[in-house]
Nanobody
Framework: QVRLVESGGGLVQAGDSLRVSCRYS????????LGWFRRPPGSEREFVGA????????IYADSVKGRFTIARDNARNTVSLEMNNLTPEDTAVYYC????????????????WGQGTQVTVSS
């Protein structure tokens, strides 16, 4: 049974940094790509970034490129999202997701999801 649980969300001010984490179980991390998504208030879920099974390749949405960084520790079954220079537009529920590795990293259609952690950025 695959499970993913996010943690580390909270209330921060614009310009601050924050790291959210995801701990997963029920899967072999060497076989799975991991992604981060977010759902702003009153909006649809959107892609944030993804990292491949080895951690050697990552991709990001244009809105966060250069500010956010994904890292994973396969030995500890965790993946994190470091967020820098946060703005109110980054306010959202952040989700981690997993899917079996393929030829390229995907920006949608992941198979397993966590419940999310709230990140709120004040002005």
């Amino acid at each position: 049974q695959v499970r993913l649980v996010e943690s580390g969300g909270g209330l921060v001010q614009a310009g601050d940094s924050l790291r959210v984490s995801c701990r997963y179980s029920g899967l072999n991390p060497w076989d799975y790509d991991l992604g981060w998504f977010r759902r702003p208030p009153g909006s649809e879920r959107e892609f944030v970034g993804a990292i491949n099974w080895s951690g050697r390749t990552s991709i990001y949405a244009d809105s966060v490129k250069g500010r956010f960084t994904i890292a994973r520790d396969n030995a500890r079954n965790t993946v994190s999202l470091e967020m820098n220079n946060l703005t109110p537009e980054d306010t959202a529920v952040y989700y981690c997701a997993a899917e079996r590795s393929g030829a390229v990293l995907k920006r949608a259609d992941y198979d397993w999801w966590g419940q999310g952690t709230q990140v709120t950025v004040s002005s």
